[in-house]
């Protein structure tokens, strides 16, 4: 069965330096997601991304965040210059597209402590 | 400002207790209702799309059902396996907006 992965499982990183946090959505799949989940805090949404730009962002996804598809199946989240309160779950997700909708599917998370 | 509500924030079940678990929302312009199931440390995992008031699926012991204002997990005879963080989650096209989850235990 298809799955969405993510790399790495956990990273940790100093205060201000910046983090890349990867994922390959499902192949078919047409709208990719990033959301975050501090620790024992429900999932929050991040940005959404179709046809190579974003199509919506929560106000968390300021600035220091950044979306990218450098090619057919990478789908990537930066984060400029890392802060203590960026420590979270983060995970991936993606939908087949538009018309009736889609649910999203999951990654297994990349674990981002900040220190 | 969307906002989705579960309770109990937490439900012990012994073995073959059957239970439901509550999720309403207040949303503009739903387009679906889902569940997910989180396991600790891991991704939340789909269970079920509901897209209209009345609609229900069923996937092995679980029953999720719509309304208006609300939608219900329903677990018949749960087993320990069945111990997970059920996450109710409404959206539209973009952004999805999930709740705080019931923590589900079921004792042997």
């Known amino acids: 069965e298809p799955e969405v992965t993510q790399t790495p499982s956990h990273q940790v990183t100093q205060m201000g330096q910046e983090v890349i946090l990867r994922c390959v959505p499902i192949?078919?799949?047409?709208?990719f997601y990033w959301y975050r989940q501090i620790l024992g805090q429900k999932v929050e949404f991040l940005v959404s991304?179709?046809?190579?730009?974003?199509?919506?962002k929560s106000e968390i996804f300021d600035d220091q965040f950044s979306v990218e598809r450098p090619d057919g199946s990478n789908f990537t989240l930066k984060i400029r210059s890392t802060k203590l309160e960026d420590s979270a779950m983060y995970f991936c997700?993606?939908?087949?597209?538009?018309?009736?909708?889609?649910?999203?599917?999951f990654g297994p998370g990349t674990r981002l402590t900040v220190t | 400002e969307d906002q989705v509500t579960q309770s109990p924030e937490a439900l012990r079940l012994q073995e073959g207790e059957s239970s439901s678990l509550n999720c309403s929302y207040t949303?503009?312009?739903?387009?679906?209702l889902f569940w997910y199931r989180q396991d600790p440390g891991k991704g939340p995992e789909f269970l079920f799309t509901?897209?209209?008031a009345g609609e229900e699926k069923e996937k092995e012991r679980l029953k999720a059902t719509l309304t208006k204002k609300e939608s219900f997990l329903h677990i018949t005879a749960p087993k320990p396996e069945d111990s997970a963080t059920y996450l109710c989650a409404s959206g539209g096209y973009q952004k999805v907006t999930f709740g705080t989850g019931t923590k589900l235990q079921v004792i042997p």
């Open positions: 509901l897209y209209s």
């Open positions: 949303v503009s312009g739903l387009r679906g």
């Open positions: 192949s078919n799949h047409l709208y």
């Open positions: 991304f179709y046809n190579n730009e974003i199509s919506e």
């Open positions: 997700a993606s939908s087949v597209g538009t018309g009736l909708i889609r649910s999203q599917y």
